[in-house]
């Protein structure tokens, strides 16, 4: 069964410092996400992507955030300089429909981000 | 944002019988809602979804019921086995976010005694 591959699986950063979070989506998919959970919260929207421009972002994505789809497969999450309170498990996921909002999403297994 | 609402953090049932995990949410431009399963140290896992013109859906053991006048929605497994145990979030979005948005609850953990 296709399923949503991240890498890595887990990253320690210092403060400050760059961070590239990677996703492969299913390879039909159309439609991309990334969502954070921090430890002992809520799964949280971040940004979905289609066509190759953000559809719709949160205001946690802020200038610090950016997302690419270099090429055909991965769909990567851009953390331009680390905070501690971005310490989290970031989720991809993908859905077929282009209309995205009644097609299932389909998520990661998450890559955890540890900002020091 | 409190606008979809899990208000039991852990339920335990014994093997065989059936788990209800409840929902409640506040936005009444939401109109489809979908729940997940998720592991420790997985992603969530798709279970099954609901669109508001539905108020039951069926997929197997999972049933997910949808009263849109009380804003509530409810996941029953029956009859719930051990490999159930995990933790369960509901979540909804609306058609105005074209962008998909899933608005998370806070998660109920099942746990399903032998």
């Known amino acids: 069964e296709p399923e949503v591959t991240q890498t890595p699986s887990h990253q320690v950063t210092q403060m400050g410092q760059e961070v590239i979070l990677r996703c492969v989506p299913i390879s039909n998919h159309l439609y991309f996400y990334w969502y954070r959970q921090i430890l002992g919260q809520k799964v949280e929207f971040l940004v979905s992507f289609y066509n190759n421009e953000i559809s719709e972002k949160s205001e946690i994505f802020d200038d610090q955030f950016s997302v690419e789809r270099p090429d055909g497969s991965n769909f990567t999450l851009k953390i331009r300089s680390t905070k501690l309170e971005d310490s989290a498990m970031y989720f991809c996921?993908?859905?077929?429909?282009?209309?995205?909002?009644?097609?299932?999403?389909?998520f990661g297994p998450g890559t955890r981000l540890t900002v020091l | 944002d409190q606008q979809v609402k899990q208000n039991s953090p852990s339920l335990s049932v014994q093997e065989g019988r059936i788990s209800i995990l409840n929902c409640d949410y506040t936005?009444?431009?939401?109109?489809?809602f979908l729940w997940y399963k998720k592991y420790p140290a997985e992603g969530p896992t798709f279970l099954i979804s609901i669109s508001s013109i539905k108020d039951k859906n069926e997929d197997g053991r999972f049933t997910v019921f949808l009263n849109k006048s009380a804003k509530h929605l409810s996941l029953h497994i029956v009859p719930s086995q051990p490999g159930d145990s995990a933790v369960y979030f509901c979540a909804a979005s609306a058609q105005q976010n074209q962008g998909g948005k899933l608005i998370f609850g806070q998660g109920t953990e099942l746990s399903v005694k032998p």
């Open positions: 936005n009444s431009m939401f109109d489809y």
């Open positions: 996921a993908s859905s077929l429909d282009p209309q995205g909002h009644t097609d299932t999403q389909y």
